[in-house]
């Protein structure tokens, strides 16, 4: 099942819906500067380095803002149809891009005012646990305390280790795996001790 595409293809329908100007969970981004952001990402491979490279990132903000004055439906078009054949993430669309699409898809719906959790197919949500559990050891690596994540049938993964305190996160996959990506529109119960939840609370979740 390609969800990578499906989640593709439901993010340009939102952010279509919501137009260009609409607030993301993206600090400042709107959702023209997110469109932007995804088309640089697949199709200008000199300038993506710059999003996880420091250095570089003065020459990614200026080509990105390039693209962002285009015309809105061409980038939407653009991010719809997904890397081009050139590209190297067209051969692993699946594998590098679901988690891209549905936290950006989620960024913007959940921006929005009185969003409300997706209920989502079996296949996608247990997909969507997986890249929780393997995003969470990143996310989570700086807790001071141990961190479980749960999920309502009772799956549970310890995505960091330290000490003997632990806090447990319950809840649906995706709200787990948006945490863990850093955002707190969330929907969420946190089990632990008063401190060590303030704790993960306070933690810096960035990448």
């Known amino acids: ?25 993206c600090g400042d981004w709107t959702a023209r500067d ?24 003065g020459y990614t903000e200026r080509v990105q803002h390039g693209i962002a004055g285009r015309d809105w439906n061409t980038l939407l078009d653009d991010v719809r149809s997904g890397p081009p054949v050139w590209s190297p993430f067209r051969l692993v669309d699946e594998k590098a891009n679901l988690g891209e699409m549905f936290v950006h898809h989620e960024d913007v719906r959940r921006a929005q005012p009185d969003w409300q959790p997706r209920t989502l197919p079996s296949g996608l949500r247990d997909k969507v646990w997986a890249l929780a559990t393997r995003i969470g050891r990143v996310g989570y690596r700086r807790s001071p305390v141990s961190v479980v994540l749960e999920r309502p049938d009772g799956g549970r993964e310890t995505v960091r280790s330290a000490g003997a305190a632990t806090v447990t996160l319950r809840a649906e996959p995706a709200e787990l795996l948006l945490h863990a990506f850093g955002r707190n529109e969330v929907r969420i119960e946190f089990d632990g001790t008063p401190g060590d939840v303030a704790a993960l609370a306070a933690l810096d979740r960035s990448f």
């Open 1 to 25: 099942m390609p969800y990578a595409r499906d989640e593709r293809h439901a993010l340009v329908d939102t952010m279509r819906a919501v137009g260009p100007d609409a607030p993301t969970l």
């Open 34 to 57: 997110l469109a932007a952001h995804l088309v640089l990402r697949e199709r200008r491979l000199d300038a993506a380095p710059g999003i996880m490279i420091g250095p570089l990132s």
